[in-house]
DNA sequence: CTGTATCCACCAAGATACTG
DNA sequence: CAGTATCTTGGTGGATACAG
């Protein structure tokens, strides 16, 4: 539909096209990330998965792993036993996803109390 | 709430500590990347925003502002012109952010073509 | 153990109309 | 020009029950 330009790069705004609607707003809901950096330094089972994330439902543990597999990031293996077994591991594409983000998540670590002071500030200037 | 650790390092969920939720969440948003993208080169005023931003209502607009302001990611500038002319600009804390989300959408830029072929695969694989 | 199937509440976000 | 105020709605995500 549109785009906007930054340092001379063209950044699209409709579906197809924009790397940011399909790649940055598919992992900026609400459990993606978390999920992602569960699996960083070993693959892991589903309940597992559910313990350590504390406060995730089944319904958007499946859900959302079903997303990251779909986009190529997570590959799930069952594993026919009983109880059955099902393994998540991060791919070679979910590796340098989770990479690039987890530069995101270190500068708004290290940037967090700016951050928070910058909106107690600005709270207390627009004071209700 | 609780945390997930990853590569040795605390991951919080907690809304009082955790930088995912309260850093990458804000920013995961429809618009606030699309927006700080705009402002990377010179600032801008709100109209002119709302027209290189294709496809965003004057109230997204408005409060994703606020909300960046707020954050302090977003300097507000009025003009008490006639008629009243408002800018805005990247702060210092905006420009960092905006360097380390763009290393994520470059990613993401360059790996489209592979996630767009994942998605096609598992379409096949899982037909309805 | 690893899911699927429903139902439902909430809220982000669009449309529209109005204002300093 | 740069907003605010309402109203409405589609979709995300939680709870719960059930199944292979």
Chains 1, 2 share one sequence.
């Not at 992992?27 to 406060?55: C, H, Q, T, V, Y």
């Not at 079903?66 to 393994?87: A, I, M, S």
């Amino acid at each position: 539909m549109g785009s906007i330009k930054s340092n001379g790069r063209r950044v699209f705004l409709n579906d197809e096209e924009c790397p940011i609607r399909n790649v940055v707003a598919q992992i900026g809901d609400k459990w993606s990330i978390l999920i992602m950096f569960a699996l960083i330094d070993a693959p892991d089972r589903f309940n597992s998965l559910k313990s350590r994330i504390e406060g995730i439902s089944q319904r958007m543990l499946t859900q959302t792993l079903r997303d990251l597999e779909r986009d190529g990031f997570v590959l799930r293996t069952v594993y026919p036993q009983v109880p059955v077994k099902v393994e998540y591991e991060l791919t070679e594409l979910g590796k340098g996803l989770s990479a690039s983000v987890w530069t995101l998540v270190s500068w708004a670590d290290d940037h967090h109390a700016d951050i928070r002071k910058a909106r107690q500030q600005y709270d207390e200037v627009n004071a209700e």
